[in-house]
């Protein structure tokens, strides 16, 4: 499996994904015009790592701001993480938010798909 990673831009998310570490990062901002093209690529690559995960996945999820139809993406992109854990494997998600609507959207989130979120407030925020 491929590690990858990509910078991000104003619009885009940064995204960090290690196969061999099984760390799962992406953060900043999602405003893209076409979120579908941003989130297939990182949903393909998740459907791969998940036929064969580590033992402890851990995913940071550290956005800085995100709109509607990504926050549609981002919870189908973390649904995936369900299945990990239904398979006995272990799932660590640690939700980093600089503002009361970042929180309130973790805690929707860890309640919709019934997991365990590590909520951080963030001091700034940095890429891996």
Known sequence: MEHIVSAG???TPWVNLDP???LIELGGRSIPE???SVYRPLIEWLEEY???PKDTTTVRVDFEYFNSSSAKYLIRFLE???NIRDNGKEVIIN???DDDELLEYGEDFQDVLEM???FFPAKEFKKF
């Open 116 to 118: 365990k979120f590590n």
């Open 34 to 36: 076409n979120t579908e």
């Open 50 to 52: 998940i036929a064969a």
């Open 9 to 11: 831009n104003m619009k």
């Open 20 to 22: 061999e570490k099984g």
């Open 80 to 82: 995936y993480f369900t």
């Open 95 to 97: 939700w980093y938010y």
